[in-house]
C-alpha cells in the first residue's frame, strides 16, 4: 500500500483563538512553545509525509484551569472551529471533539453536541484531568455514555499532578507516564470490563504500557484472592494471556514511537488491528516525523500489517473514510 494512504489519528490543531489564549495565560504545553498551525500548513505536511486523512485533536492542557463556564465556552469554540475544518476537507480531515473534564455534566452536554451536531469522528480525553485519572468513580456517567455510543476516544497525555524535574521537558517521560497511569486507571476500577464499547485509542505506544505489562499483570493479580493467584501461578500457559488480554482491549497509535526498541514490546502485546499510525504534528516538526517515518518504513514487518497500521485498521475504527 503507498504511504500516501495513512490515515493519522494523532495529529494536532491550533485554532487561533485559542493560541492567543494560551499565550495570554503563559502556557507552554508539555514545556515546548505552542507551535504555529493552519490547515493549508498541515495539509502541505501530510502531502509530504504520505498522510491521506489527519484525525485532529487539541492537545494537552485542553480547556479546564478550574472555571466551569470558561471551559465549556472554550470546549464550544474549539469544537466548531474544528468541524469548520473537517467540513472544508472531509477527505482530509477529521477531528475528536474536546470535552470539560473534571466537568462531567459540561462534557456529557458537549459529547452529545459534538458527535450528533457537529458529526465529530469522535472525542480526545486527557489521560490526567485536574489529576483524576480516567478510572476515577466520578467520571462513569461520561464512559457509561460513550460506551453507549461506541465512540472512538482518543487518550492524550497531559502534565502529571505533580512538579516538573527542571531540565527535562515533561514531553520527554512525563508524557508517558500520565498514558500508563490513565491505563492501568481504567484496568484497576473495571472500566475495561464494563465499557468494552469504547475504541480507547492511546498515544504514543501506550506509553509504557507494554514495556511494563507484566508489572501490570503482577497487580492486578494482587488484586485477587490467594485461591486465584495460586491458580494463575500453576497454569501460567493459559492463565497470562487471558489475564493480559485486556491490554488488546486498548488501540495503540505510532507517534514518536515506531523504533526498533519501543515496536518489539507493542507489538508482542498489542492486538494487530488495534495499531494505528501517528505523526503527533504540529506539535512533533516535520523534520522529527520524517525521521520517525523512515524508521518506521525500515522496520522488518509483513505488508499486511504495515498497511493496517497505515490505514486499515482506522477504516474500521471511522468507516466513513474507508476507500
Not at 521537558?169 to 497511569?181: E, I, Q
Request: charged share 20%.
Amino acid at each position: 500500500m503507498s504511504r500516501a494512504q495513512r490515515i493519522d489519528t494523532h495529529q494536532h490543531l491550533v485554532p487561533p483563538r485559542y493560541a492567543k489564549w494560551m499565550q495570554d495565560k503563559g502556557i507552554r504545553p508539555g514545556g515546548i512553545d505552542l507551535p504555529s498551525w493552519s490547515a493549508p500548513s498541515a495539509l502541505k505536511f501530510m502531502d509530504g509525509h504520505g498522510i491521506a486523512t489527519g484525525i485532529l485533536s487539541l492537545s494537552t492542557p485542553g480547556v479546564y484551569f478550574g472555571d466551569v463556564p470558561e471551559a465549556r465556552r472554550w470546549a464550544r469554540d474549539v469544537n466548531e472551529y474544528a468541524a469548520e475544518v473537517v467540513a472544508d476537507r472531509p477527505d482530509r480531515f477529521g477531528f475528536f471533539a474536546t470535552l470539560t473534564l473534571p466537568d462531567v455534566e459540561g462534557a456529557l452536554a458537549e459529547a452529545e453536541y459534538a458527535l450528533d451536531t457537529l458529526h465529530a469522528d469522535g472525542i480526545v480525553l486527557l489521560a490526567n484531568n485536574d489529576g483524576r485519572y480516567l478510572g476515577d468513580p466520578g467520571f462513569e456517567p461520561l464512559l457509561q455514555f460513550l460506551h453507549e455510543r461506541q465512540a472512538a476516544v482518543f487518550v492524550h497525555p497531559g502534565e502529571l499532578p505533580g512538579p516538573e524535574v527542571p531540565g527535562i521537558p515533561t514531553f520527554t517521560a512525563d508524557f508517558l507516564l500520565d498514558t500508563t497511569r490513565t491505563a492501568i486507571s481504567l484496568i484497576l476500577s473495571g472500566s475495561m470490563e464494563k465499557y468494552p464499547g469504547i475504541k480507547f485509542i492511546l498515544a504514543h505506544a501506550g506509553g509504557f504500557v507494554p514495556y511494563i505489562s507484566y508489572r501490570i499483570l503482577l497487580t492486578m493479580l494482587n488484586t485477587k484472592n490467594k485461591a486465584q493467584q495460586a491458580w494463575a501461578l500453576l497454569d501460567q500457559k493459559h492463565q497470562v494471556p487471558k489475564q493480559l488480554s485486556v491490554l488488546r482491549q486498548f488501540y495503540y497509535d505510532i507517534a514518536l514511537s515506531a523504533s526498533p526498541s519501543a515496536l518489539p514490546s507493542l507489538l508482542e502485546v498489542a492486538d494487530p488491528d488495534h495499531i494505528t499510525y501517528g505523526s503527533d504534528f504540529p506539535f512533533a516538526p516535520a523534520v522529527a516525523v520524517g525521521f520517525m517515518n523512515k524508521t518506521f518504513e525500515r522496520y522488518p514487518l509483513d505488508d499486511g500489517l504495515r498497511a493496517a497500521i497505515d490505514r486499515g485498521n482506522s477504516e474500521k475504527l471511522f468507516p466513513r473514510l474507508k476507500g
